[in-house]
């Protein structure tokens, strides 16, 4: 693992395509494990996987409990299951919704705010509710970067809005830069002041 970091991605509505658009812009040698929670309905088993495997260089993989995570791999939450950051390790849980949503990305980025602090960066993409808002407080809190897509580029612009209010200092991007922003992030080293 490189240096206790982690990418930590949010979306729901129109994710697919925007998660698609920052994946694709990885390059194979991606230097950090990603944890992903996209809303979807519960009969979507494995098919995201299938679905954003093409679209990027690096693994798409749903983890099972006790995973342990690896640089440039993408785990995505399965559906019904929250994603919770260990240091190390991902584990998952049946616990209840929140925001309405299991898997919650609230649930993932407040863990991994836990386990890794300053070494989280924490992305919000486009969705319809307020999930994500409240982690994305606590990744800023601990010292973790907050990458938001711009609200005014995003298919559905509630939960970057929400984002955005609730760290008014995170850094505002359009979808189309976002991949590339956040591959230059993942590849400079935390500074700890």
């Not at 798409?60 to 260990?86: N, Q, S």
């Not at 994500?132 to 609200?151: E, M």
Request: hydrophobic letters at 40%; proline letters at 9%; glycine letters at 10%.
């Amino acid at each position: 693992m490189s240096a206790g970091r982690i990418l930590a991605i949010g979306t729901s509505m129109g994710g697919f395509r925007a998660l698609r658009e920052v994946l694709s812009a990885f390059p194979e040698t991606f230097p950090l494990p990603i944890a992903v929670v996209q809303h979807r309905r519960d009969d979507e088993h494995g098919r995201l996987v299938e679905l954003m495997q093409p679209h990027t260089p690096l693994t798409v993989r749903e983890p099972v409990d006790k995973d342990e995570m690896t640089p440039g791999r993408v785990y995505l939450a399965p559906t019904g299951y929250h994603l919770l950051v260990e240091p190390g390790w991902l584990s998952l849980s049946t616990e209840a919704p929140v925001c309405h949503a299991r898997p919650s990305i609230d649930v993932l980025f407040e863990s991994a705010a836990i386990s890794y602090g300053p070494g989280v960066i924490a992305v919000v993409l486009t969705g319809a509710s307020v999930d994500g808002a409240a982690g994305a407080a606590r990744v800023a809190a601990g010292g973790g970067t907050v990458v938001v897509q711009d609200p005014a580029d995003a298919e559905r612009p509630e939960m970057p809005e929400a984002a955005r209010s609730a760290v008014p200092g995170c850094q505002l991007r359009p979808l189309q830069a976002l991949g590339p922003y956040l591959a230059g992030l993942a590849s400079t080293e935390v500074v700890n002041t």
